[in-house]
């Protein structure tokens, strides 16, 4: 990379398209989004692949010097299925990660490979269509992530990162590759189909974090807008795992990190295999294919970004006019000021269904005894922490484990107003929580951290080493120890959380 070259990350979230590059210095430099929401259609969650291509020329316009751009990559939401025929013609509407609809196939084949395989992980939503009798199945001829789509719309390449391929498929991580006995077992199980393809035909190529994986076409920089120069060398496509694991220098056995936004993930890299099989834990892997125990959960900030923009209403109705930035933070700040256990104040935040607690769908609620202290601060601190509840469960399988974590850091939109997540997340976990300057910025500065490495990597420099001496080591970042009332509120917020889940779950029954 040349003293003034640029590497672009971009990645396409559940609620933003971001642009962003960084400089020789990997700080950030420019930025650009794009806001844009799935639509529940016909009972499937979906995105508009049309609006694909507008998110990234308006994200990409934002960014400066776009000539100087040398290296890029894309990552996107994580999971789900694409199906494309023969000449890459979509079959049927993307399904997103947020989709409960595939039981029985996850079930079927985390039993046949005794392995976790979560709903929405690419494979369930395949064999579910299969068990479905779907009438486009026959004419699969690739199936791939939204990165992997975008990925290969520009550069022509049907490739995967390991990481994001780890979430359509089990991969092996002596490999780095998709399984070969679980590939065999799946192809057995459905030989009695009569279909013309078999897995592996479908499955992009895995490659790992610092192969090329192609080039930037005349057509892709086309549907850029001609904003990017043809030629331009591609990182290997990755989901947002992947990038925020790299974002948060969290790549190496014994580090984790916490994704917090729309969803929220935990990621723990592990060094050594877990001794049973969890629903509610996935095993992925980082960049480089080192396995991750992943504690993924569908519902985060999306309940209460929508209290956010009803207390912002009520501002206004009264004739203010607040920034939304402004209310976020007066409204974090003020959760600092609620009990411990938010004076009993419930909060389930379930607007999808969610794996880790084996619900289909999703019915946000507020419950209160008679007795609560139903305050804003106490009403918000556990709209915050009902953010991480469900993480919680998934934490508290892998302390049972004995799984070893030697740092946690936390990244994403929950982070943004200084202490509060952090302070939150560090009782829901009973563990340090480091965050650091770029906590914000997340997936698509990690994702232009491993377009980078690709870039400027020295023979035999590992990724780890990469980004913990050339990237880290002198970043700005702040650590919050667990306090004690917090981890006693918590606690006592999580157990009457799990009582309200009977609840929740006669509610989405119900109504």
């Not at 979509?90 to 029985?104: A, C, D, M, V």
């Not at 990017?228 to 220098?249: Q, S, V, Y």
């Not at 556990?382 to 974590?405: F, N």
């Amino acid at each position: 990379m040349t003293q003034h070259g640029l590497a672009l990350g971009i990645e396409l979230g559940s609620t933003r398209i971001k642009a962003v590059t960084i400089g020789n210095d990997h700080a950030p430099h420019s930025s650009g989004d794009y806001t844009w929401a799935s639509s529940y259609e016909n009972g499937i969650w979906t995105y508009d692949l049309t609006q694909v291509w507008e998110g990234l020329r308006s994200a990409v316009s934002g960014i400066q010097a776009p000539e100087n751009v040398e290296a890029i990559g894309i990552s996107a939401m994580m999971h789900g299925l694409l199906a494309f025929d023969r000449d890459w013609n979509l079959l049927t509407p993307f399904r997103t990660w947020q989709n409960t609809i595939t039981g029985p196939a996850a079930e079927e084949l985390t039993e046949l490979f005794r392995f976790n395989v979560p709903q929405r992980w690419s494979i369930a939503h395949l064999y579910q269509a299969i068990l479905n009798g779907e009438a486009y199945v026959p004419q699969i001829a690739h199936i791939t992530t939204l990165a992997g789509y975008v990925h290969y719309m520009l550069t022509g390449a049907n490739v995967l990162g390991v990481g994001d391929a780890s979430g359509m498929f089990p991969i092996d991580s002596r490999t780095s590759d998709y399984n070969e006995q679980m590939v065999c077992q799946f192809d057995r199980l459905i030989s009695q189909r009569n279909l013309p393809w078999k897995l592996r035909d479908v499955l992009p190529k895995v490659l790992t974090a610092g192969q090329e994986a192609g080039y930037l076409t005349d057509s892709g920089a086309a549907l850029l807008g001609s904003l990017l120069k043809p030629g331009i060398p591609f990182a290997p496509p990755e989901g947002d795992a992947g990038t925020g694991m790299t974002a948060t220098n969290a790549v190496a056995p014994r580090t984790g990190n916490v994704s917090a936004g729309t969803s929220i993930f935990a990621m723990v890299v592990l060094e050594r295999p877990m001794e049973a099989v969890h629903t509610e834990i996935d095993i992925v892997t980082t960049p480089t294919g080192r396995d991750v125990a992943m504690v993924h959960c569908n519902n985060c900030t999306n309940d209460s970004n929508a209290w956010v923009g009803l207390l912002k209403e009520t501002a206004e109705l009264l004739g203010a006019k607040p920034d939304t930035g402004e209310v976020y933070t007066a409204l974090y700040r003020k959760a600092l000021e609620g009990e411990p256990d938010c004076g009993g104040v419930l909060v389930c935040n379930y607007l999808a269904g969610e794996g880790v607690t084996h619900m289909d769908q999703g019915r946000p609620m507020v419950v209160r005894r008679p007795d609560s202290r139903f305050t804003l601060a106490n009403f918000f601190r556990a709209t915050l922490y009902s953010t991480m509840a469900t993480l919680k469960i998934g934490m508290d399988i892998l302390a049972r484990e004995h799984v070893a974590i030697d740092s946690l850091t936390g990244h994403g939109g929950l982070f943004k107003t200084p202490e509060v997540g952090q302070r939150f997340l560090a009782a829901a976990c009973n563990a340090s929580v480091t965050c650091m300057k770029t906590a914000g910025e997340g997936g698509p500065y990690g994702m232009a951290l491993l377009a980078a490495y690709m870039l400027r990597r020295q023979d035999g420099e590992t990724l780890e080493d990469y980004l913990a001496k050339r990237v880290f080591s002198g970043m700005e970042s702040t650590t919050l120890a667990p306090r004690q009332e917090d981890v006693d509120g918590f606690n006592a917020f999580a157990q009457s959380y799990s009582r309200l889940l009977r609840v929740e779950q006669l509610a989405a029954d119900t109504l």
